[in-house]
């Protein structure tokens, strides 16, 4: 894959990427020599397939375009790793254009575990860069060093890493100057995360980066969890469209799970910036802090982000307060909304009441999170419901047969959960089971259409595939004789699945074959998202 169209809506890459023809040459690697040499003579539309085995880490590639790095695991009931144990950084690409990696493991590397950069000059950045299935852990390194290091990287897609134990004083993943590029279904675990050491930290000029669907765990009172902004030195900024003034732009923090920290959610010289729906458990000091790191350079005095929708739970204990204030800041321009605050040393509303720069709307205090312990992340919206599991073990969630149908997610399907139009999917699954297992770090959505008034249906298309063909007669068939709320399949509405609304279907389906038959109309846009997902639809991202 070289171009991956299942992007975050409203995050697009202001570039013109296309799609690379078949694989041209396919090169396969199983000593660190092998590897080596793939990668430099790898060229356009080239695959490395990596074998398991211990590989040594330092390479370096210049100019790497539309090539995909993939490691092969063998028996998929006994997988083995494929790891780069060592060097500065595991592997370095610059300037590198359309490129994968994925099912890659990285390990004691002393710089940075995977470094992708521009080489040093943001007039030819890496751009299209996907990243899924890698791990980085245990590095050798006892200072700002970074799991994953993106300079000068426009366009990318990270889903599925796992970057454990980085540097003491870095970031798990750390973009700088990086922009339009999404962070998802992952896992960010650290030990020895220091107070100077973050997880997530897009500064120096970075724009339209969202991170969303992960488990961030550290030990409590270390560091900072999320931050948006930073203090770069001027040589390493790189902006967009002859932007200027500010460490980082439009980043959002949604559906994340945030365990430890000393602080939760770092501003720093940024202008807006949007954290919604987060479940923050146990920082030791402060929700936030609102940082200017740069005083009395020309850069925005951070103002204007949004707080809403969170989960907060907090130990009154050892907390500081809700919010530390630097100087140089607007911090009377943050909004705060919905926010369920819990102080557990102090439970009551009056106890678990913050103190906030700016007043919060329809706040509640002293609210736990509905979920429990390994249990997934259940979002409500206008439109329905996203379920985030953020646990390495596979759930159980129940789901009834016919008042809620499964839909698939494919690579053409993009989401954004805080749309009123937050799908659009082509792939129909079936109807699902009563209970339905789900691994962990892959997050689905369930559309609910009487609350979501955007949604248009069409009558009789029983699968919701935007066209009357045999397989809504296949759906009806399967809830034939189902009595009760069945919208999917029920073309009469009488609350039973009979053969009146076969003969629905057939009149219907006759008619549409007709050559005067006009197509049905689509909804939410050119592909047509209503005409999928009508009654609940359970959408996979992976």
């Known amino acids: 894959m070289r171009l991956f169209t299942r992007f975050v809506a409203g995050i697009s890459i202001a570039m013109g990427l296309s799609q690379t023809p078949c694989v041209a040459v396919v090169r396969q690697a199983s000593t660190t020599a092998e590897f080596a040499a793939a990668l430099a003579a790898a060229g356009p539309g080239d695959l490395i397939n990596v074998l398991p085995g211990v590989y040594d880490g330092g390479h370096f ?10 490691g092969l695991t063998g028996d998929p009931r006994d997988p083995q790793e494929i790891v780069f144990r060592g060097g500065v950084n595991g592997i370095q690409l610059s300037d590198a254009v359309n490129v994968t990696l994925e099912g890659l493991t990285f390990e004691q590397q002393t710089g940075n575990g995977l470094n992708i950069d521009d080489g040093g000059s943001f007039a030819s950045p890496s751009t299209n860069l996907t990243l899924r299935n890698v791990t980085v852990r245990d590095m050798s390194a006892s200072g700002n060093n970074d799991g994953i290091k993106l300079s000068g990287v426009t366009g990318f ?8 134990n980085w540097g003491p004083g870095g970031s798990a993943i750390d973009p700088v100057g990086s ?13 020895v995360l220091t107070d100077n050491g973050s997880v997530i930290r897009p500064k120096g000029g970075s724009k339209n980066i969202e991170l969303r669907s992960s488990l961030i765990e550290v030990p409590t009172g270390a560091g900072r969890a999320l931050q948006a902004g930073g203090s770069t030195g001027a040589p390493f900024f790189r902006f967009l469209d002859g932007d200027s003034g500010y460490e980082a732009d ?32 146990g920082p030791a000091r402060w929700a936030m802090r609102i940082l200017n790191e740069q005083p009395g350079a020309e850069f925005v005095d951070t103002r204007n982000g949004v707080f809403a929708d969170n989960y907060l739970a907090y130990d009154g204990d050892t907390w500081s307060r809700a919010v530390n204030v630097g100087a140089e800041v607007d911090d009377g321009s943050f909004s705060f909304a919905r926010n369920k605050w819990l102080n557990t040393a102090d439970p009551t509303p009056s106890g678990s009441t913050p103190s906030l720069p700016a007043a919060e709307t329809d706040g509640e205090y002293g609210v736990a999170a509905p979920w429990g312990e390994g249990e997934p992340m259940r979002l409500e919206f206008d439109w329905g419901e996203w379920v985030i599991p953020l646990d390495g073990d596979d759930v159980d969630l129940a789901i009834p047969r ?17 749309a009123s139009e937050p799908l659009t999917s082509k792939t129909v699954i079936g109807p699902a ?3 339905e297992t789900t691994r962990g770090f892959n997050d689905f959505v369930l559309i609910r259409p009487a609350d979501c008034p955007v949604c248009q249906t069409f009558a009789y298309d029983y699968d919701y595939n935007g066209v009357l063909n045999p397989k809504d007669r296949f759906h009806w068939s399967l809830a034939y004789g189902y009595e009760g709320e069945a ?22 389906f006759d008619a549409s074959l007709a050559p005067e038959a006009v197509p049905e109309p689509t909804a939410w846009g050119p592909i047509g998202l209503g005409a999928v997902l009508v009654s609940w639809g359970r959408v996979r991202s992976r």
Do not use: K
């Open 61 to 70: 590639r210049a100019g790497l375009t539309d090539v995909s790095i993939r």
């Open 157 to 164: 897609l990270i889903e599925g890493v796992r970057v454990f």
């Open 179 to 191: 922009h339009h590029g999404l962070i998802q279904d992952s896992h960010f675990r650290s030990t």
């Open 250 to 281: 439009d980043i959002t923090f949604v559906g994340n799970r945030v365990v430890g920290a000393g602080s939760a959610m770092n501003w720093v010289n940024i202008d807006g910036g949007v954290v919604r729906h987060n479940d923050f458990r």
């Open 402 to 418: 016919f008042a809620e149908y499964l839909y698939g997610w494919d690579l053409d399907d993009s989401f954004d959960p805080l």
């Open 433 to 435: 089971g009563a209970v």
């Open 487 to 508: 919208p999917l399949v029920d073309g009469n509405g009488d609350g039973v699945v009979n053969a009146a609304d076969y003969t629905l279907w057939r009149d219907a």
